[in-house]
């Protein structure tokens, strides 16, 4: 009988926490419905754009000496947050591994996925995810050290090769691998500095990935020189943000702050002199861009000099891509203006 | 069977109470709470299932295990059964579930052995043995597991390259690709050999069973040995010559990149195993030292009277009273060893974890891939307890 007292109180316990989460239930079960509704109004209201990125990729997005993070990728971040807020810098940067980067996106933790992530159909219709354009036309390939004397890719038959797993990296060497009669030998390991130093230390004889990302590789190798990239390019690999189903609203800005980079290029608009051509220029489209007339800012749901505000902070795709990507070894190639030969860089009319 | 010897106050039944439907009452009070609290239960569980459901409906997730038919496209570098990246998402998910049993069984099985010998050796009267296996189980035990696998692995990398493989007897070459090994050619006849070695396993430990209760009959111990020699040795060697015995060897030998043929550990495998090995070994060996304590000093003292050596008294007298405090904390070091294998992940071994993260994300379907690592650990744990449990039971101490 001596134990009567204590399960009352435990009963009474577990009854009153019982009793409170059930009176909750009503009132959670409305929260995800009225959050899921405008990813830009909660942007707004929250003040930050939260942006997914990438743990660490030389030239795409990588923490510097002082812990700010720079890069290809964290310059759209940067021109989201100034088209929206005006200013670039109303960021907060989530970093993001290949495996975790979807979850991350569909559970809301990050607005928007700015991580080198490849357009397929699968992702783009069962994940509820969307789109917002390709920054970065890549392709897989190869690196292997120069040492090895290999020249093609398929000579690698009977090699083994690092890859990183959860990515289409991982499947487009497998279809390649089947569709050249390629024997492999794969080592597949998540973290990218683990990946990076197995295949430094000769546990691989090959590392595949991104030719951006080998690049971005080789560069922060003790000595490049010793690393070759082969010719081979192996698939297309359309990187752009991602962005979850569920505000077209959002999208469309993602999408034409991406146009507004390009045609800036294309325009000869600058970081430079954004402000003297948004004052000054007379072509109609340009002025419709800088949002001297036209009102499509407001469209888009932000302020009309927006587009002013993304280049003042990060100077024109041209601009972003000499800053980042030309120093780690990666030429313009088919990301070019579409207005040179073989670029496909191409922006939709501000009209 | 007579009527009369019944006691009598055994057939008086407690009075019975009338429950009456009020808040005084006790029992009614127990049922109410009880039902409440089960209610909520299954009431927050619905509201999660549904509220899942409704969220992956709106963000048009897909749902369901249709993917497991689906052609996975996966490189699996280590495969115990047949597997191409052509092989379903089923197959290479299977492919995971063995890699990881093959490195938790080999792991268990190494681990007791290497705790239990530093754990003996820690109780020893010789003093470097026991000093030098009081600083391995600090040392081991206090370093993070995580830690201990990324320096295996390192340590594995900075072997020389396969063209300048360490080669201490032919055919066996250590590289930073692994440790490569000649093993034979397998045929039908050796798989029915293997067959043969596994019924005489089980046919030596009937044979010993029945040798032991005509001990205990009579008083005098039987040799199972010859028998055992027979059914161990002989009857896979007689398998093995109707099978033709064939005995062609596959050695490896450096060819392009690689070596080709032979047997393969892979430096990814060797270090979770030697990392898992070494960690848990540290825990075994206190468990060993606090079960072996824990016999009364006077067991060893009334053995050694009557002039068992003490190997013997380790053997028969101290050993099966220590395992009644050993086998339960052993069960739950079983069951972490199992689950730290899922470290493997961060050293490229291909495990049940790497493989459904990856199935997981080429798919998206996370819900899916999470329940399915779960369920996998779920039923080996729960197999290990099962077994581990009906052991114990069965060397409890029996009350005569």
């Known amino acids: 009988m001596t134990m009567q007292p204590l399960r009352r109180t435990t009963f009474g316990l577990l009854g009153a926490v019982a009793i409170t989460a059930l009176g909750a239930l009503p009132a959670a079960a409305q929260a995800p419905a009225a959050g899921g509704a405008s990813i830009l109004d909660a942007i707004k209201a929250r003040g930050t754009l939260v942006c997914g990125v990438n743990t660490g990729l030389a030239g795409f997005a990588q923490p510097d000496s002082q812990g700010v993070w720079r890069g290809f990728d964290v310059e759209y971040c940067r021109a989201i947050s100034a088209a929206i807020f005006g200013d670039p810098n109303k960021v907060r940067y989530v970093p993001t591994t290949a495996q975790s980067r979807f979850t991350a996106l569909q559970s809301g933790e990050v607005d928007v996925l700015a991580r080198n992530t490849t357009w397929t159909l699968s992702r783009d219709t069962s994940l509820g995810l969307d789109f917002g354009g390709v920054n970065f036309y890549d392709g897989q390939g190869f690196m292997v050290k120069t040492s090895t004397g290999v020249k093609t890719a398929k000579e690698l038959n009977g090699a083994t090769i690092c890859v990183q797993p959860g990515t289409t990296t991982e499947q487009n060497l497998t279809d390649w691998a089947r569709a050249n009669n390629v024997q492999f030998t794969p080592v597949v390991i998540e973290r990218l500095e683990e990946l990076v130093s197995a295949y430094a230390s000769g546990r691989c004889d090959a590392y595949t990935t991104d030719v951006s990302g080998l690049a971005a590789t080789r560069s922060s190798q003790p000595n490049p020189a010793e690393h070759t990239i082969l010719p081979d390019v192996i698939s297309k690999e359309p990187l752009g943000p991602l962005l979850r189903h569920g505000d077209q609203r959002f999208a469309d800005l993602v999408r034409w702050v991406h146009y507004a980079l390009v045609a800036a290029e294309e325009f000869g608009i600058t970081q430079a002199n954004v402000a003297q051509m948004a004052a000054n220029d007379t072509r109609p489209e340009v002025q419709r861009m800088l949002g001297k007339n036209g009102g499509l800012g407001q469209m888009l749901g932000v302020p009309n000099e927006w587009a002013v505000n993304v280049i003042r902070a990060t100077g024109n795709y041209g601009e972003i891509f000499a800053r980042h990507l030309q120093p780690i070894g990666i030429q313009r190639g088919p990301n070019a203006l579409w207005t040179t030969p073989g670029g496909q860089q191409y922006a939709m009319p501000f009209r | ?400």
């Open chain 2, 1 to 400: 069977m007579s009527q009369t010897a019944t006691d009598p106050r055994h057939l008086r039944t407690p009075p019975k109470r009338q429950i009456r439907l009020t808040w005084a009452d006790e029992r009614v009070r127990a049922i109410v709470w009880q039902v409440l609290i089960v209610g909520a239960v299954i009431g927050v569980i619905w509201w999660l299932v549904r509220n899942t459901q409704h969220n992956l409906e709106v963000r048009r997730i897909a749902t369901g295990f249709g993917f497991l038919n689906r052609e996975a496209g996966l490189p699996i570098g280590e495969h115990l059964i047949e597997y191409t990246p052509a092989s379903t998402y089923l197959r290479a998910l299977t492919v995971g579930v063995l890699n990881t049993l093959k490195v938790a069984v080999v792991g268990i099985v190494l681990a007791t052995t290497l705790g239990t010998v530093i754990g003996i050796a820690r109780l020893s009267k010789n003093w470097l043995l026991s000093k030098i296996a009081a600083v391995y189980v600090e040392l081991i035990r206090d370093v993070p597991l995580l830690l201990q696998l990324l320096f295996w692995y390192t340590i594995l990398q900075g072997l020389p390259g396969p063209r300048q493989a360490l080669n201490p007897v032919a055919g066996v070459f250590l590289s930073n690709r692994g440790l490569k090994l000649p093993f034979l050619d397998w045929q039908v006849a050796h798989s029915w050999a293997l067959l043969a070695f596994v019924a005489g396993c089980f046919a030596t430990w009937l044979y010993a069973k029945a040798m032991r209760r005509k001990q205990m009959q009579d008083g005098r111990p039987r040799p199972i040995w010859p028998a055992a020699l027979g059914l161990l040795v002989g009857l896979p060697l007689v398998v093995w010559s109707l099978g033709g015995a064939p005995t062609a060897i596959d050695w490896p030998e450096l060819r392009g990149f690689n070596f080709r043929g032979g047997m393969t550990i892979s430096p990814e495998y060797f270090a979770l195993l030697i990392g898992l090995t070494t960690y848990t070994a540290g825990f075994i060996a206190e468990i060993v030292r606090a079960g072996i304590l824990a016999v009364p000093h006077g067991q060893w003292e009334a053995a050694q009277a009557l002039g068992l050596r003490s190997s013997t008294v380790l053997r028969q007298i101290v050993l099966p009273q220590a395992l009644r405090v050993i086998v339960p904390p052993m069960t739950s070091q079983y069951l972490n060893l199992t689950k730290n294998s899922s470290l493997a992940v961060a050293i490229g071994y291909q495990d049940i974890v790497s493989i459904a993260n990856t199935t997981l994300n080429q798919t998206g379907q996370a819900i899916e891939g999470i329940a399915i690592i779960m369920a996998v650990y779920l039923t080996i744990s729960l197999s290990i307890s099962f077994f581990m449990n009906w052991y114990n039971s069965r060397i409890a101490l029996v009350e005569r």
